[in-house]
């Protein structure tokens, strides 16, 4: 008897220390938005505990004796709850938004405990980089919604606050196939794409679209900006951080740290926190936001799991706020995604079939909607499936797909009408020669075939009170944009001269408004172009009737309105290399990754089909930008020719100089001191560099001044020089140097509601031996605009 006496006490005791779970939510008490990596422990012991998923999500296991979960969270007030008050699942716990500010915080002068945590994970970079693996693949989930919200007690906010609380704008769901290979080549194919409204859908929303796959860069690049991350080296000199939180969950311990920029600093920087795991020293969570309110704020949150040994993301969620957008209406406009990582495989070995770094969204795509369904990880929200619905109604009596043709086009600067598209560059152009050019061109578009176009222009200049024309006949033979043969015909007229550029490429808008001395020419040509590899390959010839505008004379002969014929091929080539390629709306876009881009232009004259002139001409550049950490972005080009063979001054090469009062605008990769004719060559070399180091010299909140820096050098040589009489030309053989100092931005106006037009000037001076005015006679004004957010 007392043996079962001692043995009930044995499990009376026992049960008092039985362990029950409890499951829930954290949410925002004003938003009801979940809140992803909240703090969840006991009371009894506050280092032992959970942290909640991206979806605020927890699961905690507790005692009988503990009898309260204590819920933190930054930014927000703590709660206490008692278990007893708690149901096994499905509680709901709100917490209530502070007023608590990291800059509020006294840092005494001893060693930051924080910093030690730090700099181990920076430390720990190499080791928890997805990107320093040999390859891995992965599958990701990635939903994105359009959705607007009115502002309170704004004019239209019940009639805005009914359509919100029903659907959203636009949903999107994805599921790609993501491949690596060290280093920096990335193969990502969507395989399943839905977007509400469309049938066949020209574009996808993928996680990766709005921030990168992990956390680990030195600059995070959010939108197209680049802002210095809080684990890289030396941050603790840029970053304030501060411990929240320590949770130790077995053998390893998980830091919750805070950061922002630290005060009287100017860069652009992040704020949030991130838990730093002890295992490995590696990040577990993040959350990260702008650290400046401005016209669009992003904030982005990532997960991370062990995968066989290592860590990697499990888990995204990305918010964009277009604040006060569509402007005059009330409403700010969201674009929320979330994305889910499957299926992760790390191999020691890039696989071979992979060589470039696309995105691309499969042939097949828009019908897979079972993988969508298959690796949704949570059902569609009721308003999800209302967006959903209605616009499949919609589709019924409308076809939204004519949209896509619209946005196409205008992308491209065209507007579409029917199956035809006209240009909106041909419509006008200023300079010297013609003062006013007025035109109009029109092409065929996709809508009539994806196989070919056919397009002609006329345009007339009230200077010269001359019409000029032109037609072409354009074959894709894959149906895609990047192969192309073409066959076309000009009667038009050419800047004199001949120039080359590299790298980052200028609109040919900008060559309407230079053109001063100019060659009538009657030409017909024929190319074929093609993207291989990470090659941008372009072959072609041309017969062409020249005849000067302008008096000259060459080899003792007059060259005035003298036809002569020139017959050429050409090869042109362009190397960027690592090149991320992305199709969106059958457009090509090419983003470098930090690596050089090499270009070959040659072209050779010939007899053959009448042609005067046999030359060969080989002229080389390279392009390289470079992000500096905390310094801005430094372009560098450089740029070399040499040609061989007599030929007139048509076809000499130009010096790129943009001095014209027809374009009063500073173009990079350019002279801007020098005219668009004032120097000529049969050799030269020349070097570009552009400084911007943005708004890191001053800052204020309605005044943010860009600060750039200009300087350029060249050096060419003009054979033969007493050929060419009655031009006054010369070459830079002594040398031509130009400085110029930019100040952008010094006038702001805010735009759509959250883009910022900025307007600003600069002055440039030509120095050197080449130059044959006094420095002060050299001063050029250039203005300049930008688009920032």
Excluded at 131 to 147: A, F, M, V, W
Excluded at 446 to 475: C, E, I, N, P
Excluded at 679 to 700: E, I, K, N, P, T
Aim: proline content about 4%; charged content about 20%.
């Amino acid at each position: 008897m007392k043996r079962i006496l001692l043995l009930l006490l044995m499990l009376a005791c026992y049960a008092g220390y039985a362990q029950k779970r409890y499951s829930g939510t954290v949410r925002d008490a004003v938003t009801l938005k979940p809140l992803p990596f909240a703090t969840v422990v006991t009371s009894q012991n506050r280092t032992r505990g959970v942290t909640t998923n991206l979806h605020g999500e927890f699961t905690i296991a507790a005692t009988a004796t503990e009898q309260q979960l204590v819920v933190s969270y930054m930014g927000y007030e703590p709660r206490s709850m008692a278990t007893s008050t708690l149901k096994p699942s499905g509680n709901e716990v709100l917490l209530t938004p502070s007023v608590y500010n990291i800059d509020e915080v006294t840092v005494y002068p001893t060693e930051n405990p924080a910093h030690r945590i730090i700099n181990n994970a920076i430390a720990h970079i190499r080791d928890n980089n997805p990107d320093e693996n040999p390859s891995y693949r992965c599958r990701l989930y990635s939903k994105t919604i359009l959705r607007i919200e009115p502002l309170p007690k704004s004019k239209y906010e019940s009639k805005f606050r009914s359509f919100s609380d029903t659907m959203n704008m636009l949903v999107t769901e994805s599921v790609a196939d993501r491949v690596y290979a060290y280093k920096d080549i990335t193969e990502e194919r969507v395989i399943a794409n839905r977007v509400s409204g469309f049938k066949n859908p020209l574009f996808s929303f993928n996680t990766t679209s709005f921030q990168p796959i992990h956390f680990y860069s030195t600059n995070i690049t959010l939108l197209d900006k680049n802002f210095l991350n809080p684990i890289s080296p030396n941050s603790t000199r840029s970053y304030f951080f501060l411990i929240q939180d320590t949770l130790i969950v077995e053998k390893d311990t998980t830091f919750v740290i805070q950061f922002t920029p630290r005060r009287n600093t100017n860069f652009d920087g992040l704020k949030g926190f991130v838990h730093i795991n002890s295992n490995g020293w590696a990040i577990q969570n993040v959350v990260a936001e702008r650290a400046e309110k401005a016209g669009i704020d992003i904030k982005i949150e990532q997960q991370y799991t062990l995968q066989r040994g290592k860590w990697f993301p499990s888990q995204y969620r990305h918010k964009v706020t277009l604040n006060n957008y569509p402007p005059g209406y009330g409403v700010c406009s969201f674009m929320e995604g979330t994305g889910t990582v499957y299926d992760v495989s790390i191999s020691s070995a890039a696989p071979k079939s992979i060589k470039r770094s696309t995105v691309a969204i499969a042939d097949t795509a828009n019908s897979a909607y079972a993988a969508i369904e298959r690796y949704r990880p949570s059902p569609l929200t009721r308003k999800d499936s209302t967006t959903y619905k209605t616009y499949e109604r919609l589709t019924k009596k409308h076809d939204l797909d004519k949209l896509q043709f619209l946005i196409e086009d205008l992308m491209q600067l065209r507007i579409p009408i029917g199956k035809l598209s006209f240009p909106l560059t041909a419509l006008y152009g200023n300079n010297r020669y013609e003062e006013n050019r007025f035109g109009l061109a029109a092409e065929t578009n996709r809508r009539l075939t994806k196989y070919a176009s056919l397009g002609g222009y006329f345009a007339y200049g009230t200077r010269d009170a001359q019409w000029k024309y032109g037609g072409s006949v354009t074959l894709f033979p894959k149906g895609d944009p990047k192969t192309s043969i073409r066959l076309s015909y000009r009667n038009d007229v050419d800047m004199a001269t001949h120039f080359y550029l590299v790298g980052e490429r200028r609109s040919s808008l900008v060559d309407h408004f230079l053109l001063d001395r100019a060659d009538r020419t009657i030409e017909y040509a024929a190319s074929a172009s093609t993207h291989i590899w990470d090659i941008d390959l372009a072959l072609g010839g041309k017969v062409a009737q020249l005849a000067p505008t302008y008096s000259y004379r060459y080899k003792g002969v007059e060259q005035q309105r003298l036809w002569t014929n020139n017959s050429e091929v050409n090869l042109t080539a362009r190397l960027g290399y690592k090149e991320r390629e992305t199709k969106f709306f059958n457009t090509y876009f090419y983003e470098t990754q930090g690596y050089p881009v090499i270009g070959l232009n040659i072209r050779q004259g010939l007899s053959a089909f009448g042609g005067d002139y046999r030359y060969t001409s080989v002229e080389a550049g390279i392009f390289k930008r470079f992000t500096l950490r905390k310094a801005g972005v430094l372009r560098i080009t450089a740029l070399a020719g040499n040609q061989e063979g007599d030929v007139p001054y048509s076809l000499l090469y130009g010096a790129n100089g943009t001095n014209s009062s027809y374009f009063p605008f500073l173009v990079n990769s350019s002279f801007n001191c020098a005219k668009p004719f004032e120097y000529a060559s049969s050799r030269y070399g020349s070097l570009f560099a552009y400084y911007d180091l943005g708004s890191l010299l001053f800052s204020r909140k309605n005044f943010k001044p860009t600060v750039s820096i200009f300087q350029a050098a060249g050096w060419s040589r003009l054979a033969n020089s007493a050929r060419y009489e009655g031009l006054d030309i010369r070459d830079m053989r002594k040398g031509y140097f130009e400085s110029g100092l930019i100040l952008g931005s010094i006038l702001r106006y805010k735009i759509f509601g959250f883009l910022y037009l900025g307007f600003g000037a600069g002055a440039f001076v030509a120095y050197g031996d080449a130059v044959k005015q006094p420095l002060d006679k050299t001063i050029t004004y250039k203005a300049s605009i930008n688009v920032d957010f």
